[in-house]
């Protein structure tokens, strides 16, 4: 059984920073990690995902705002968002394998 756990989320102000934590459990091979967001009436869209060989693609609407990074030896994916507008505000969620989904974090950006 696969399990996908997110942590991080919380409320900042504009301009702020905040780091998603993401850890995946189970006997798997992790190849694609990847975030996404819901934001309240819209649909849910890619922010950032890595492959196993380390490449990176981005969502415009983050490009220069965000890093995602990843550890393999503990399955762990991460987001360090910085100067974080409000509609970034959102419910985030990890992704392993496009198969695989977090339960969600909040994340909050006040103007």
């Known amino acids: 059984q696969v399990q996908v756990v997110e942590s991080g989320g919380g409320l900042v102000q504009a301009g702020g920073s905040l780091r998603l934590s993401c850890a995946a459990s189970g006997s798997f091979s992790i190849h694609v990690m990847a975030w996404y967001r819901q934001a309240p009436g819209k649909q849910r869209e890619l922010v950032a995902h890595?492959?196993?060989?380390?490449?990176?693609t981005y969502a415009e609407s983050v490009k220069g705002r965000c890093t995602i990074s990843r550890d393999n030896a503990k399955n762990a994916v991460y987001l360090q968002m910085n100067s974080l507008k409000p509609e970034d505000t959102a419910v985030y969620y990890c992704?392993?394998?496009?198969?695989?989904w977090g339960q969600g974090t909040q994340v909050t950006v006040s103007s």
């Open positions: 890595t492959t196993t060989d380390g490449s990176t």
């Open positions: 992704n392993i394998n496009i198969l695989f």
